[in-house]
């Protein structure tokens, strides 16, 4: 039994959805606001940006059973990397 695919208009407002963003991501590039809330900015739009494309375009959204479990335990496994090496900056007596 094959699994379903992912229709052309769903494909379609993908794309445009990841250029919308993209150009979300260029004008928030150009804007001065807080340091802190341009980082935390950005990981969102790239967040959004990689949840669409793991979804739809990896078809990850139409798959079922392991195809999820690997997918879920590589997010898991790229959190704790983030989390060990911000965790890692954090603690640091850095001398400026």
């Known amino acids: ?5 992912p229709q052309r208009r769903t494909l379609f407002i993908v794309y445009v959805s990841l250029i ?5 991501t260029a004008v928030a590039g150009r804007i ?7 980082d ?3 990981f969102g739009i790239s967040a959004a ?3 669409l494309i793991v979804a ?5 959204h139409y798959d079922k059973g392991v195809v999820r ?3 879920g335990a590589g997010i898991v496994w790229l959190f704790l990397l ?11 007596a850095w001398r400026f």
Do not use: C, Q, W
Request: overall charge positive.
């Open 32 to 38: 001065s606001v807080g340091s802190n809330i341009h």
């Open 56 to 60: 739809i375009f990896m078809e990850v």
């Open 49 to 51: 940006k990689t949840a």
């Open 69 to 71: 479990v690997f997918a």
């Open 20 to 24: 919308v963003l993209l150009a979300i």
């Open 82 to 92: 983030f989390l060990f090496t911000f965790t890692d900056y954090l603690t640091r």
């Open 40 to 42: 935390l900015l950005a």
């Open 1 to 5: 039994m094959p699994s379903a695919r």
